[in-house]
Every structure is written in C-alpha cells, then in structure tokens.
C-alpha cells in the first residue's frame, strides 16, 4: 500500500483561505490607516513646508517608494532579527507596508492641498477662521476629495501589495494559497479561488468609492 | 474708522503701493478705481492682514493692522471681504459656507449659526437657495452667498475686490443691487471696482489709483467731472 503524500482540496481548506484573506483584509487596512494619515501629515509638510523640509521629505520617501516591497520587508525584518528585536510577522509587515502607503499617500495628499486656490483659502482666513481652522475645514476637505480617486487606486494597490507579506511568514491569502498548493498540488483551482477572493476584497472598495464620489458631486 | 498712513508695499522688486495716506470713515462708501496693476486690490488685501506691508501703518478702529501683537484672526471678524472669483466653499450648501465662520470662530451653536445663515441669505434674496450648493448657483447667486457670508460675522468695514468683474454681463446688477442696499444700510465700504457709473451711484468719495500712488481722491461729481490731474482724466475717457 503506497502512502499518499499529497491530498484532495477539501471543504475545511477553503475556511482556511477564507481566514487568510481575513488576515490579508487587516493587514492591508491597518497598513492604509496607518500610512494614509502620516501621508496627509508629510504631504500637508511639503506643500507648506519650505523647500529644504520639502527636499528632505521627498528624497526620504523616494527611496521607500522606488525600492521594491519585497526587498523592504526582508531587509526590515532581517534587520530587527540581527538587531536583537525579532517582531511578529504581522508587526514588521505592518510597520513596512504602512511606511511604503505614506510614500504614496504623502504625494496624493501633496496634490491635494496644492489643488485648493490659494484665493478659496484667503476667503476663509478673511471670514477670522485660524491657519488650523482653514486647512480642517476647508483645505483637507476641499483637497483631499478632490485627490480622492488617487487615493483609493492607492489603497487598492496596498490590498494586493501585501501579498509580498508572505515572504517574511505572514500566513496571508497568498501564503495560504501556496501551503494549500503544497500539499494538493492543485494550483489552477486554489489560485483561481484566491483570486478570486483578492477580488472579493477589492470590488467593494472601488464600489463604495464610485458611490461617495457619485455623492461628492451632486 | 480705518486710517492708512505712508503705505508701502513691494512684491519682490516690485514696489505696488508708493506710500499711501488715506482715511475711511464710519459710515462711508469710497470707491477706489484706477487701471490694472495701479496697486489698488494689493491695498484691500493690506487692511485685511491677507498681505504682510513693507512701512507704514494701517489702523482699523485704531488697531495697527499689521503690529505683531494684534490678533488677525479677531481682526478680521470686523472687516468683511469679497473677491472678484467668488470663493464659496465647494464642499458646503450655500447655507453651511455662511454658516461656518459664525460657527467655528464665534462658536455659535450649529442651530443659533443655520438660523443667523437662513436670515442673511434671505437679506441678499437668496431664501429659496438655502440648500444649494456652489455648483448649482449662478456666479451673481454665488457672490450675493459670498456678501451674506461676509455680512453673517456681523463685520463694521466691507471690503469689495472687484465684486463684479468675473460677473456675466447680465448678473452684474442683481450684485450692485445688492451692494447698493448695504450702503443704504450705513456699512462702511471700500469698493475696489472698474464700473465708473456704479462708483459714481453708490460712493461718498472716489479715490483714483495710478502706478501705485493715490493720484486724486474728491466726491464723484468733482472727480469725473473736474478731474484734477491729466492721468485721472486720462483714465476716465479710456474707460468711457
């Protein structure tokens, strides 16, 4: 009697899949949290800011933007290995994407502020409301919904983006995917399942966000 | 009262406003007119702190305007602006653009400031539009949102850059109908304008810009009609 190593996809891994796209969902949330509202504080910084703060800002937030994220996350959870302070898998892969979302988030927000006519902006300051008071209620809203549609086409880039988490042994959908792909060898239909959950994922995203823009411009 | 005293003012190397004394007081309605560049929109932008000044002074009820201890933001509460590209807040109906500022910086209730808003709008003929947003009115509708929203922070001085002249010509009046009605009401204005016949209707006294000086400044019978100096002249039948 030979021994099967391998063996049939079974009901109980597609639960697996689904808790993995779970873990991909929150990762990818936090990530755009996080990232989003330091990328509104550094592209707030570099359309204020003068052109020194500007250039340091920009030339920091190339490079996390034109290194790869695979390499990111490596090097990132390599280093804090060698350094003594190991972190969870989801920790540094949270710490790396959220880095890489302020990157991109910081010019869309940059494009945002710049896109409020600096005349909108004397016509709130001459109404007595404070620098403070116009960029939070008239040049963060006024902004950032115009910039918008970036910024969702940038969340929806971190969704699949964290994809690369798995390489650093964040048991993600993809991660999942190949564990499941390991043992049943049946790659064609468990991809096509994990993509199909990725779009799962997304769909309601680009969906939701047709609808607040729909609304925006009534 | 607004007193104005050796005003200079440069943009880079550009000197705009050559020193200007000039008083407005309580209760009356100065036009100022003057071809493009003559300095005079930079001079509403000084009394409002919106641009810093190189010397002199600019008193507002005898606060200096641009002294470093002064509050601006207090300030500005009593000078009301309107600018020749509307500025409604795209974001807000026509009744939360003149609601904010009574709001956030009177820290009025949300109720006490839609209700004030309500009453303002309805002043400049606009009760029907509460609910409008910016992108649903015409440019006279927006201006006349843009002068309820000034008048709503209850200001002593209004100042008016240009307030037509972004105006189709057909939506003109209906905006210096209602500027007319607020210098019947006894505000104090200064009109930054291009339309001699309205300066003429509405104003005390004009004052003719020219290469960033105050080149005349006489009632608007004296000044179109005896102008003193061959510039005013000069200017007038340009644009006549």
């Known amino acids: 009697m030979a021994i099967d190593v391998f063996s049939e996809l079974q009901p109980k891994d597609l639960l697996f899949l689904g808790e993995a796209a779970l873990r991909t969902l929150e990762i990818s949330l936090t990530a755009i949290g996080i990232g989003s509202v330091f990328g509104v504080v550094f592209g707030w910084m570099m359309s204020e800011g003068n052109r020194f703060i500007t250039f340091i800002i920009n030339a920091i937030l190339d490079i996390f933007r034109s290194v790869p994220l695979i390499i990111q996350l490596i090097l990132f959870d390599s280093f804090i290995s060698i350094a003594g302070y190991p972190l969870p898998a989801f920790v540094s892969g949270t710490i790396v994407l959220s880095v890489y979302t302020a990157a991109l988030v910081a010019n869309v927000a940059r494009g945002g502020v710049e896109a409020v006519p600096a005349s909108l902006r004397k016509a709130s300051r001459s109404l007595g409301l404070s620098y403070w008071q116009d960029l939070r209620y008239i040049v963060w809203p006024v902004g950032l919904r115009a910039v918008f549609p970036s910024w969702i086409g940038v969340a929806l880039s971190v969704v699949k983006d964290s994809a690369l988490v798995s390489v650093i042994g964040y048991v993600e959908l993809l991660k999942a995917s190949q564990i499941l792909i390991t043992r049943t060898q049946d790659t064609f239909v468990i991809l096509t399942i994990a993509g199909l959950f990725y779009f799962a994922l997304s769909y309601p995203i680009s969906k939701a966000s047709d609808y607040i823009e729909r609304r925006w411009n009534q | ?240």
Do not use: W
């Not at chain 2, 880079?12 to 560049?37: A, F, M, P």
């Not at chain 2, 507002?60 to 509050?71: L, P, Q, W, Y």
């Not at chain 2, 500025?87 to 209730?109: C, D, G, I, W, Y």
């Open chain 2, 1 to 240: 009262m607004i007193e104005i005293k050796n005003l200079k003012k440069s943009f880079d190397d550009l000197q705009v406003l050559k020193g200007i004394d000039l008083t407005v007081n309580n209760g009356e309605v100065l036009s100022v007119i003057g071809s493009s560049g003559s300095g005079k929109s930079t001079l509403l932008y000084c009394i409002n702190a919106l641009e810093p000044i190189d010397s002199g002074s600019i008193l507002v009820d005898g606060t200096s305007v641009h002294d470093k201890a002064t509050d601006v933001n207090k300030l500005r509460q009593k000078i009301g602006m309107v600018f020749q590209q509307f500025n409604m807040f795209p974001h807000l109906t026509a009744q939360e653009n003149v609601a904010l500022a009574p709001r956030k910086v009177k820290k009025m209730s949300k109720k006490d400031a839609m209700d004030l808003a309500a009453r303002q709008l309805e002043h400049v003929g606009l009760g029907e539009k509460l609910d409008s947003y910016p992108s649903a009115l015409s440019g006279g509708q927006q201006q006349r949102v843009a002068i309820a929203r000034a008048l709503a922070m209850e200001p002593s001085y209004m100042l008016f850059d240009e307030a037509t002249s972004a105006l189709d010509p057909e939506l003109v009046g209906e905006v210096e109908d209602t500027m007319r009605m607020l210098a019947k009401e006894g505000m104090t204005m200064i009109l930054v304008t291009h339309e001699i016949n309205f300066a003429r209707d509405v104003s005390d006294r004009i004052a003719f810009f020219h290469q960033g000086r105050m080149e005349e400044i006489n009632t608007p019978e004296q000044l179109i009609n005896h102008p003193a100096s061959e510039h005013t002249a000069k200017f007038l039948s340009n644009v006549r």
